[in-house]
């Protein structure tokens, strides 16, 4: 699985400068949003390192319009999400020497200050995260776990930069880049193809096996004692509502049609393979998209393997679902071998097309950050 430590979606903009200068905020005229730091909740903690001290100044800039995060499906069939996928609530900044925290501060909006320690440090950045102040090294942090059922309000996004030179004088600049930990399924179009002829109604579309946390090194998905979501199946008391389904859905779709609303989901990374349904139990297996449609007064399931593992700020898109022959008979149960034994490609053929999540921007036009 690729890192969400590689360059990505995200750039902060930071100013290094001596302890006696005066901090002052960064201003970037292109910025569509930026609250000065007077009127932040901001917190810091003191170097744990001694040493010289260097204060760090750290801006947020957001260029990007908010939208909402949960709600219904998109009405649209052009959009890929109606989500608040870009909005900044807090940012943590940590800086390490070595393992050991040499400087942190948090901040929900504008600007606040990092004091360190001249030298060679790693800098970390971790948004829309709960309260990480008690971390005091860098191997704490990684270990840290990160969950999906905190970003219902906005995802969580990390990003770090290393080996970068802090002095008291003269400037270098670097970018750190941070980006989202969840993936994204994206449903445009579900064709109605059926040999059988006759329209077909939809009535679910949602994903199967969802990894509901890992740590922020992002190198610890969790086994079957973790947390998942709609194990082996649609749970009523195990599920996230519409980042993980869209339920009680009434499109009709004549023959040869296609029911272009567009279906949005979340989950947190997984690599594990394609598991079909064992009775012994579940174990932890790849995320399944499910489509469940009624034919002639029948339900019909649809679980579609869609051959990849999810990585982090991913976005997968179905362009097409084509249905072509009846799926899997629903059992009327919670899981089963109707939602987890997936439909040969005779049934269904699907396209799946795998992009970066978007483009947003922190800082100013180039996304810089001064040391």
């Given at each position: 699985?690729?890192?969400?430590?590689?360059?990505?979606?995200?750039?902060?903009?930071?100013?290094?400068?001596?302890?006696?200068?005066?901090?002052?905020?960064?201003?970037?005229?292109?910025?569509?949003?930026?609250?000065?730091?007077?009127?932040?909740?901001?917190?810091?903690?003191?170097?744990?390192?001694?040493?010289?001290?260097?204060?760090?100044?750290?801006?947020?800039?957001?260029?990007?319009?908010?939208?909402?995060?949960?709600?219904?499906?998109?009405?649209?069939?052009?959009?890929?999400?109606?989500?608040?996928?870009?909005?900044?609530?807090?940012?943590?900044?940590?800086?390490?020497?070595?393992?050991?925290?040499?400087?942190?501060?948090?901040?929900?909006?504008?600007?606040?200050?990092?004091?360190?320690?001249?030298?060679?440090?790693?800098?970390?950045?971790?948004?829309?995260?709960?309260?990480?102040?008690?971390?005091?090294?860098?191997?704490?942090?990684?270990?840290?776990?990160?969950?999906?059922?905190?970003?219902?309000?906005?995802?969580?996004?990390?990003?770090?930069?290393?080996?970068?030179?802090?002095?008291?004088?003269?400037?270098?600049?670097?970018?750190?880049?941070?980006?989202?930990?969840?993936?994204?399924?994206?449903?445009?179009?579900?064709?109605?193809?059926?040999?059988?002829?006759?329209?077909?109604?939809?009535?679910?579309?949602?994903?199967?096996?969802?990894?509901?946390?890992?740590?922020?090194?992002?190198?610890?998905?969790?086994?079957?004692?973790?947390?998942?979501?709609?194990?082996?199946?649609?749970?009523?008391?195990?599920?996230?509502?519409?980042?993980?389904?869209?339920?009680?859905?009434?499109?009709?779709?004549?023959?040869?049609?296609?029911?272009?609303?567009?279906?949005?989901?979340?989950?947190?990374?997984?690599?594990?393979?394609?598991?079909?349904?064992?009775?012994?139990?579940?174990?932890?297996?790849?995320?399944?998209?499910?489509?469940?449609?009624?034919?002639?007064?029948?339900?019909?399931?649809?679980?579609?393997?869609?051959?990849?593992?999810?990585?982090?700020n991913k976005m997968y898109v179905i362009n097409n679902l084509k249905l072509v022959n009846l799926g899997n008979p629903?059992?009327?149960?919670?899981?089963?071998?109707?939602?987890?034994?997936?439909?040969?490609?005779?049934?269904?053929?699907?396209?799946?097309?795998?992009?970066?999540?978007?483009?947003?921007?922190?800082?100013?036009?180039?996304?810089?950050?001064?040391?």
């Amino acid at each position: 699985m690729a890192s969400i430590w590689e360059p990505s979606l995200f750039n902060q903009l930071i100013t290094n400068k001596d302890k006696e200068m005066k901090r002052k905020a960064l201003l970037a005229a292109a910025a569509a949003l930026m609250v000065m730091s007077s009127c932040n909740k901001e917190s810091t903690i003191p170097s744990v390192s001694t040493g010289q001290k260097v204060s760090i100044d750290v801006s947020i800039v957001s260029k990007l319009t908010p939208t909402k995060v949960s709600g219904e499906a998109n009405t649209s069939s052009q959009a890929y999400h109606t989500a608040d996928e870009a909005a900044i609530n807090n940012l943590q900044v940590f800086v390490f020497a070595g393992d050991a925290l040499d400087g942190y501060a948090a901040v929900e909006s504008g600007s606040t200050e990092v004091e360190c320690t001249a030298g060679t440090r790693d800098i970390y950045c971790i948004v829309n995260a709960p309260s990480l102040s008690e971390i005091r090294t860098k191997a704490a942090l990684l270990a840290t776990t990160s969950s999906l059922a905190e970003d219902s309000d906005n995802f969580e996004m990390v990003g770090y930069k290393a080996g970068q030179q802090i002095t008291r004088e003269g400037s270098s600049q670097f970018t750190v880049e941070v980006s989202r930990i969840a993936s994204k399924i994206v449903v445009k179009a579900i064709q109605n193809a059926l040999k059988v002829q006759g329209p077909m109604t939809v009535r679910r579309v949602y994903i199967t096996n969802v990894a509901g946390e890992i740590n922020y090194g992002l190198d610890n998905i969790p086994d079957a004692q973790g947390v998942w979501f709609n194990k082996g199946g649609y749970q009523v008391s195990n599920n996230l509502g519409s980042f993980t389904q869209d339920l009680d859905q009434s499109a009709e779709v004549a023959s040869g049609d296609s029911y272009s609303v567009g279906h949005y989901f979340y989950a947190y990374p997984n690599d594990n393979a394609y598991v079909p349904y064992n009775n012994s139990g579940w174990v932890p297996k790849r995320t399944l998209l499910v489509v469940q449609i009624e034919y002639n007064g029948a339900l019909y399931d649809y679980p579609v393997d869609l051959g990849v593992d999810l990585e982090p700020n991913k976005m997968y898109v179905i362009n097409n679902l084509k249905l072509v022959n009846l799926g899997n008979p629903d059992d009327g149960g919670e899981g089963g071998e109707d939602e987890e034994n997936i439909v040969s490609g005779a049934s269904v053929e699907v396209d799946v097309q795998v992009v970066d999540w978007g483009l947003i921007l922190l800082g100013d036009e180039r996304g810089e950050i001064i040391i």
